[in-house]
């Protein structure tokens, strides 16, 4: 497989295990479902966040970032491979990390004790103030060039038209494996959580560009935050429904269908995306069993790390 993408693909600096292999999964969720293994890009890199990072530290670097700036949840999974993808290209990591009251810091469990241990610059931030965090990393930009450092902003979830380009590649591989499993008599779906939207956006640009719909490949999304008219566009397709009790908040049939699949598999999903995304699979497949065509592919996009910080609920389903 030639290396160079497309003739506009942008500079990459490589930070992931690539290709992730694929493989069938022996839990009955009503089709078989082959999965794709992204959570195993890497281990401090684990997850889909590294597939669009290495477009995104590529810019930094070729601008001589000395510091990345990014924001997002508590147990950001974005935030923490930002956070270690720096360190490795040699550059210094601020985090802006939305939490209840940033005068009472979370507990340092999960991708939060990796972010303390890398050595990130944690500015914890409340509910009302991510409003404004694009102002609140524009302003620790400018700290950093004051004190004499370049800074880098990576907006949340690493979401943006530079960032999409890490599903393209990831879909390249996909598709390829896909070949002999996918036709247009016996179609399958490949599914993904949608938190942000950029792994959506990459997935969805690179089937159109490599026409994947006359190979029998489609492409849907299962949201874990906000609703379906947020995110659609004429051609994503997201089924909502499954947000449940929130976002990165876990109903017990979810952590009972994590548990599941890790007795039947020996695969971890975490509460906030893949348990939550692979959950709605399962729903929709109860519904209508032919709702993904002849198979899913399942894109398991990390998320590991995530699943420390839920210790207590998960260990009350077991
Ligand atoms: C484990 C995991 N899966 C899925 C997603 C969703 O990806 P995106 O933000 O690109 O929609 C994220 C990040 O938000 C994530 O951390």
């Known amino acids: 497989m030639a290396d160079q993408l497309h003739t506009r693909e942008p500079l990459r ?17 009503g089709v078989k479902v082959w999965l794709k293994r992204d959570d195993q890009t890497g281990t401090a890199l684990t997850g889909n966040k590294v597939r669009k990072l290495e477009y995104l530290m590529a810019e930094a670097l070729a601008g001589n970032a000395t510091h990345v700036i990014t924001c997002g949840g508590e147990q950001s999974n974005h935030a923490r491979a930002t956070a270690f993808a720096a360190t490795q290209l040699g550059m210094k990591s601020v985090l802006l990390l939305r939490t209840d009251d940033p005068e009472k810091p979370p507990a340092p469990t999960g991708n939060i004790l990796l972010d303390r241990l890398v050595g990130a610059e944690i500015v914890w931030i409340s509910r009302t103030a991510w409003r404004d ?16 450092g370049s800074p880098y902003i990576i907006p949340e979830g690493g979401s943006n038209a530079l960032g999409s380009w890490g599903y393209i590649r990831g879909m390249r591989e996909l ?13 399958i779906t490949i599914v993904y959580a949608c938190g942000s939207g950029g792994t959506g956006a990459g997935l969805v640009m690179a089937a159109k560009l490599f026409g994947l719909a006359d190979l029998g490949i489609r492409v849907a999304g299962i949201n874990v935050c906000d609703d379906r008219p947020y995110f659609t566009e004429a051609d994503i397709d997201i089924i909502d429904g499954h947000v449940g ?29 893949t348990g939550k995304a692979f959950h709605g699979v399962v729903t929709e ?34």
């Open 285 to 318: 497949l109860r519904k209508d069993p032919k709702r993904f065509g002849s198979a899913v592919a399942f894109l398991h996009t990390g998320g590991i790390y995530g699943l420390f910080a839920s210790a207590e609920s998960i260990v009350a389903m077991l």
């Open 133 to 148: 965090r694009e102002r609140l990393m524009a302003e620790q930009a400018a700290l950093v060039t004051a004190a004499g």
């Open 13 to 29: 600096v490589p930070l992931a295990n690539q290709p992730t292999r694929g493989h069938w999964l022996r839990y009955d969720a």
């Open 245 to 273: 009790a929130g976002y990165a908040k876990s109903r017990p049939e979810e952590l009972a269908t994590i548990r599941d699949v890790c007795r039947s598999d020996g695969i971890i999903f975490d509460p906030v995306y």
């Open 175 to 187: 598709a390829t494996q896909l070949a002999d499993i996918a036709s247009p008599e016996k179609p």
